[in-house]
């Protein structure tokens, strides 16, 4: 995922108009903690400072430039929250003068043992932002579509990586990426040590296809129950399904919403039509979690559809995720947990 | 309606404060910009506008601003981030009075927010006047984006476009404050900016003696390389001076450029605190017109005749005003986003 990010904002700055890729440690040498900024054109380091960060890409999108900026991890971006506010107010509050088309990229979520900060999800946080459009990838197919359609759209985006998938490879290739993965990483990886000097990326021929922002995507179809996720859950969502497929317990479709906002209710509602059963899942602590206000629009549009009680299944309402792997297990949805949620729903009776 | 004074018609001398037409002219933006707040203060109680905040005493500065600034759209042009104390930048500028006695009001007609923020809240992309914001000192954090955008963007190598930044000295303890200094000085990455903090010697209620040690404001830019200057902000003819040897110096070198002005509050913080006159507070008006009564430049008729030249204009405004609207209920989610989606729920409301 992290070459389709790199891919994406190549295109970006070559193709679509960006101007300034920009954070901390994103620009030469390091091109990112996760390498998602290396070998470009336009990127440039910036002071420790995450407000200056979201100030910068607010003025440069004011004066008509494109900027993307990168908080380098989402656990340092509750700083920047009225500023977050601010730019999703600009424009409706000058009645429509001030649109701001900047993009700012953040990993969020844990799974790779990250500790307490390093391990926040946002998703939740991000929803109360009016006037910003939210999108989270679960794949390098998407972080790649995603990540154009943000810099195509003329407002401000979101763009959430999970970092525990950055380095998956994905089954849908990126229209221009090469098949072999190896000749991709030695186009486009920058080596180590002493040969990174000189080094410029041999970047593939890709093309402009973006995936529509409030567009969700059917990961698994079914009858039996919905599960709507995003990010990492949905791969673990659609592992559980087709364990409880393969011993007949029943079919579970799985969304994957992709866009936290505007989200994509005609799918989600579809589904829930459908099946009648729905378990809302994701990472972000449980309290006030995007999940509940799906659930309370499934109960106020589709009472009398539902065949099980819905339910979130969320990250626990703890103060952080702890670094040893039986603390993170027990604060954050895991596979196990998915199916104790899914078999108990699929059993009740209607 | 339009201006009594526009600013094409002050004509600016080599040496302007031995011209008696520039300094009569600068006294008519003064006293025009002061009834301005007289009456938004008078429509505040009378039930026309539900709340007062503006800039009396900060005039001989803001006209001096407003005369100075190169006025226009984009890079090339000079971007102001203002803060709620500078309609008389905007009126010297030449914008038309009943602008902000809209605004007062909150009409749909409001050029500035079609209704929706407070008086002094001035958003016009048409002059680079960027979006003023009730969150104190943001504005700091905003401005290195359009400078970054002037230093790539200038028209030759000579001449740079100058983003300028004002604030008051409470804001100053806000760490966006700290973000702009270190943004605006960065080695090798100097920035086009004019960095100003009105010291009217308060925040609200709270004297800034009680909070801040530090003697000068302006030493704090001083540490980071910055020429500073410690200025008499009441005096027009100082602070035009300091003006303009801040904007050549920026103009030619493309490099930061700070004042601290020290000027008065003449009615307090804002309709919170009543919006009455301070006592105490030195009048930069009537210590200009005592100047120009001395030089025989202007006699006690005259500057009654102006006086109530001004009245008339802010009365007709006002008298205009009363009769138009508020915006429509059913047009509050317009413009949450540019392009299309509507904002609000998705599926319900769009």
Not at chain 1, 60 to 75: M, N, R, S, T, Y
Not at chain 2, 48 to 54: K, L, T
Not at chain 2, 94 to 101: E, S, T
């Amino acid at each position: 995922m992290a070459q389709a990010i790199r891919m994406a904002l190549h295109y970006g700055e070559e193709n679509m108009g960006v101007t300034d890729i920009f954070g901390q440690d994103v620009g030469p040498p390091l091109g990112g903690v996760f390498t998602c900024t290396q070998g470009l054109k336009t990127t440039w380091n910036t002071p420790l400072d995450e407000r200056g960060i979201i100030g910068a890409a607010m003025g440069l999108a004011l004066a008509g430039q494109k900027p993307v900026a990168e908080i380098q991890f989402c656990d340092y971006i509750f700083n920047t929250i009225d500023l977050l506010k601010l730019a999703g107010n600009n424009n409706w509050a000058t009645n429509g003068q001030f649109p701001l088309n900047m993009t700012v990229m953040t990993p969020v979520g844990a799974g790779i043992h990250g500790s307490i900060y390093h391990s926040h999800s946002f998703d939740a946080w991000a929803s109360r932002l009016p006037g910003w459009k939210i999108v989270i990838p679960s794949n390098p197919r998407d972080a790649y579509g995603l990540l154009l359609a943000a810099i195509e759209d003329p407002n401000p985006v979101l763009f959430m990586h999970p970092k525990a998938l950055l380095r998956i490879k994905g089954e849908e290739l990126i229209p221009g990426e090469p098949s072999d993965e190896k000749d991709l990483k030695e186009r486009i990886d920058a080596p180590l040590g002493d040969a990174r000097k000189g080094w410029k990326p041999n970047w593939p021929a890709l093309e402009f296809a973006p995936t529509p922002i409030g567009k969700a995507k059917i990961v698994r179809e079914g009858t039996g129950a919905t599960v709507v996720t995003y990010a990492r859950h949905v791969h673990l969502a659609k592992k559980v399904a087709d364990k409880l497929s393969a011993e007949g317990v029943g079919e579970v479709e799985v969304i994957d919403l992709r866009t936290i906002y505007p989200y994509d209710w005609a799918a989600v509602s579809a589904s829930v039509k459908k099946t009648g059963r729905v378990l809302f899942l994701n990472e972000d602590t449980e309290i006030t979690n995007f999940g509940e206000h799906l659930l309370r629009r499934t109960i106020e549009e589709h009472y009398y559809q539902l065949r099980a009680r819905p339910r979130v299944l969320a990250g626990a309402h703890v103060p952080g995720i702890g670094l040893a792997p039986p603390l993170e297990e027990a604060s954050v949805p895991q596979e196990n947990d998915i199916e104790r949620e899914l078999r108990e729903m699929l059993s009740e009776l209607t | 309606m339009e201006s009594v004074m526009p600013v094409k018609e002050t004509r600016i001398p080599a040496q302007p404060f031995k011209d008696k037409g520039f300094c009569l002219s600068y006294h008519k933006h003064m006293v025009r910009a002061r009834i301005l707040e007289e009456r938004l203060i008078k429509m505040m109680r009378s039930g026309d506008g539900y709340f007062w905040i503006g800039g009396p005493g900060e005039e001989a500065f803001s006209v001096a601003l407003g005369l100075q600034t190169r006025k226009g759209e984009g890079p090339a042009y000079d971007y102001l981030h203002l803060h709620y104390r500078s309609n008389s930048v905007v009126l010297t500028m030449g914008a038309p009075m009943i602008d902000f006695v809209r605004q007062m009001k909150n009409t749909v007609n409001d050029p500035f927010s079609g209704g929706r923020n407070f008086v002094s809240h001035i958003g016009k992309r048409d002059w680079n006047i960027m979006p003023v914001t009730s969150t104190i000192e943001t504005q700091y954090a905003v401005a290195p984006g359009t400078a970054m955008a002037q230093r790539r963007n200038r028209l030759n190598k000579k001449d740079f476009g100058v983003t300028v930044v004002v604030g008051g000295d409470a804001g100053t303890a806000e760490g966006d404050f700290a973000s702009s200094l270190i943004w605006a000085s960065r080695p090798d990455f100097e920035l086009p900016m004019l960095l100003i903090v009105t010291n009217n010697k308060f925040g609200i209620s709270t004297p800034a003696e009680t909070q801040h040690g530090e003697k000068y404001i302006a030493d704090r830019a001083r540490a980071f390389g910055i020429p500073a200057q410690v200025v008499d902000g009441n005096n027009p003819e100082k602070v035009w001076s300091a003006l303009e040897t801040a904007f050549d110096t920026i103009r030619s070198t493309g490099k930061p450029y700070f004042l601290e002005l020290m000027v008065s509050r003449l009615n307090g913080h804002s309709s919170s605190s009543g919006a009455l006159r301070v006592n105490g507070e030195l009048c930069c008006i009537e210590t200009f017109e005592k100047k120009l009564l001395k030089s025989q430049w202007i006699t006690e008729e005259e500057l009654e005749a102006i006086r109530a030249e001004a009245y008339a204009e802010a009365q007709a405004a006002h008298e205009q005003v009363k009769n138009e609207v508020y915006p429509e209920g059913h047009t509050f989610q317009d413009h949450t986003f540019a392009g299309g989606v509507r904002g609000g729920i998705p599926g319900r409301d769009f």
